[in-house]
């Protein structure tokens, strides 16, 4: 999943198509992740982007999940490079368990 990794960073819009696995395992994988990613936008756009990506990875007509995610599309954009930014300002791992340990100490 390593370019589900980096996509977020481009500060653009994104879709993952995630990897399928036995017994649906995936989706509550998938929907941890729009649990994190939706947080803090309207309601009208989190139901667009979660019925566009639920949509995707599980199938489905996606005619109606288009015409959704062009209303909001400016939204979607900004949302994307607001979370780019979020993700930046995170402490990184390595410094975070350097920290903890210096901490515990």
Known sequence: EDSFVRAPWAGRPMLWHIYQQEDDAHLPKLDAF???????????????????????????????????????????????????????????LATALVQFYVSSL
């Open 34 to 92: 729009l649990t994190l990613y939706l947080a803090g936008l309207s309601p009208a756009v989190a139901q667009a982007l979660n019925q566009f990506w639920q949509r995707w990875n599980v199938g489905g007509d996606l005619g109606e999940c288009w015409a959704a995610l062009a209303e909001h599309w400016p939204q979607i954009e900004r949302h994307a490079e607001h979370w780019c930014q979020q993700q930046a300002a995170q402490t990184d």
